[in-house]
């Protein structure tokens, strides 16, 4: 009996998956290969080679493949070292520095390059601090990237990224077993020998499982080009080819592209990086030990975390400047010269932002609930049940993470199209349905199916680590299995779900991609798309969207907090396919 409620779940959820993860991605490859619905085509790649043909959107796809590299690089190059000095070296600042490392996480990329862009940009503080070392003369700008505006992106979000790969490669190494490399050393091998055969082939499943993630979100980032205006970039041809989707093909075609060049790439890490976690990591025989250092070695482990966590704070320290600044006051200066709260009272009674708010409050928690619950149902059945086809559905848990979120979108876009079509005989419905005038239900799904593989991963963690003796218990003694899950199951893995459900409110308020393109009229914006509109206007536009971007940071601070206290070193597990 029970095996056949699994079943019936098991089937529930797959059907889930088809119509609301797999039908929009079909969605996509069905218009961009047979055209729009109205005008069918036929098979065609027509739209495909006109991509290649346009030397714009070639370029557009070369550009978003080189930040994509850039970044899983400079990412990879700052996460490797400090998580091995963390893992190997107890040190004066480790608790903090290991605290700080994670700030990024508070703060979309996008919102960071506005306050980067007060750093570097033609009148920012850079350019400010020059002038005040008499290094330039005065009211002489300098455009810090000139024309490679590229390289402001892969900084901004390399500096907001690298703690995916560090979170996954600390869990790793806290796996890996050190009696191997002990026996290394005791045959005589050199540090870097044991780096390079022990180490690094057991630490790669994390490692790729952090660049995979950091390879393709920052692939399709949308917001940090948009906020430096750099139009050369795929998706960003994308969003400005929004208006197109009811009538043209092309824009599905460029985001049918996105998904083969996404896939190309994760193929490509998987066979460089990729490699089974089970066969990677050994259990552990005996216990991780660490170094204790004191005086200046301690010193000296310490301060690559004080470069890295600096410059990685930087962007935030722009948005609070920014947010707390007089209007016109931070011009050609280090610092601004005049200091106000005001744009912190707009940013909580605007007419933009405070509709803003409470969509995001409304959408955030909505899709929460329905990830709390289709997240516990699959993780039992990951965990608990004998059917078959778990890699099956485990695979298409962790494939949001994989799907970029513009592709995702694009297919949640071309289906209220053709729902409309399908019911255009019953007004209400249809409406329920466009986008264009209420995309409350397709926005609570989309965040739902993108944040779902976290309360996946930490309801996995937390059955994992439960025994499961109290469970058979509560059944001999005649509890149904519902009875079993409320009363038993649920309350032992409480904080595991606590933590998953924080994560997944926390960035489905924040969400870039599904917020730029299916909230379109004003009174439905969420938080990330005020953001982007207050930002594009003159005045105070800006200062109100930084200080908008503060209370946002203020939330995923307490959020990522409370959630890695809770996970622990299972918290690089949420950011793993």
Not at 40 to 46: A, I, K, Q
Not at 222 to 245: A, D, K, Y
Not at 491 to 504: C, D, K, T
Request: proline share 5%.
């Amino acid at each position: 009996m029970r095996n056949t409620r699994h079943n019936l779940l098991f089937v529930f959820i797959l059907v889930l998956f088809g119509v609301f993860l797999l039908w929009p991605i079909m969605r996509v490859l069905r218009v961009a290969f047979f055209g729009i619905p109205e005008m069918p085509t036929g098979f065609s790649l027509l739209y495909i080679k006109a991509i290649f043909l346009d030397p714009e959107l070639r370029g557009g796809l070369i550009n978003a493949s080189l930040i994509a590299i850039l970044v899983t690089l400079a990412c990879t190059v700052i996460s490797v070292p400090l998580a091995i000095l963390s893992s190997r070296y107890e040190f004066r600042g480790k608790s903090v520095m290991s605290g700080l490392l994670l700030v990024p996480l508070i703060l979309p990329p996008f919102v960071g390059a506005i306050g980067m862009k007060q750093f570097i940009g033609r009148f920012g503080a850079l350019t400010g601090l020059a002038q005040a070392l008499h290094l330039i003369p005065p009211n002489t700008p300098i455009d810090w990237f000139g024309s490679a505006k590229l390289i402001g992106i892969v900084l901004i979000e390399s500096l907001s990224l690298y703690p995916i790969i560090y979170l996954n490669i600390s869990a790793a190494l806290a796996n890996i077993d050190p009696a191997m490399e002990q026996a290394a050393a005791n045959l005589g091998a050199s540090k870097w020998t044991i780096f390079r055969k022990i180490t690094l082939p057991l630490m790669r499943p994390g490692l790729f499982a952090g660049a995979t993630i950091v390879l393709i979100w920052s692939f399709t980032e949308l917001g940090t080009p948009l906020m430096f205006e750099f139009n050369r970039v795929t998706s960003v041809q994308i969003f400005r080819r929004i208006t197109q989707v009811s009538g043209s093909p092309m824009p599905y075609a460029l985001v049918v592209m996105m998904l083969v060049v996404s896939t190309l790439l994760y193929v490509i890490g998987k066979s460089v990086l990729g490699r089974r976690q089970d066969s990677a990591v050994t259990k552990a025989s005996t216990q991780t030990t660490t170094q204790t250092l004191h005086g200046g070695k301690s010193f000296l482990v310490l301060l690559p975390f004080l470069i890295v966590t600096t410059l990685a704070l930087l962007p935030h320290i722009g948005v609070l400047l920014t947010s707390i600044s007089g209007i016109g006051s931070w011009y050609q200066s280090v610092l601004p010269t005049v200091f106000t709260t005001e744009h912190y009272k707009h940013a909580l009674t605007h007419d933009l932002t405070v509709p803003s708010v409470g969509n995001s409050i409304i959408l955030a928690g909505c899709s929460m609930v329905v990830d709390l619950v289709l997240g516990l149902c699959i993780a039992y059945l990951l965990v608990r049940s004998r059917i078959k086809g778990k890699g099956l559905l485990d695979s298409l848990a962790m494939l949001p993470l994989a799907v970029p979120g513009l592709v995702l979108a694009f297919g949640y876009l071309s289906i209220s199209l053709q729902l409309q079509a399908w019911f255009k005989g019953s007004p209400r419905i249809s409406n329920l349905v466009d986008v264009t005038e209420n995309p409350m239900l397709l926005l609570i799904v989309a965040y739902a199916i993108r944040r779902l593989p976290y309360v996946v991963r930490s309801a996995v963690a937390g059955l994992e680590q439960t025994p499961v003796d109290l469970e058979l218990a509560s059944r001999n003694l005649g509890a149904s299995s519902f009875l079993t899950l409320r009363r038993i199951t649920v309350p032992l893995i409480s904080a595991n779900l606590i933590a998953g459900g924080l994560l997944a409110f926390a960035f489905a308020m924040l969400e870039v991609s599904d917020s730029l393109v299916l909230a379109q009229k004003q009174e439905w914006w969420p938080i990330t798309k005020a953001i982007y509109e207050l930002f594009q206007r003159l005045g105070d536009g800006p200062y109100i969207a930084s200080a908008l971007g503060v209370w946002a940071m203020v939330l995923l601070t307490l959020t990522i907090l409370s959630a890695n206290s809770l996970l622990g070193r299972k918290m690089g597990a949420v950011f793993r396919v």
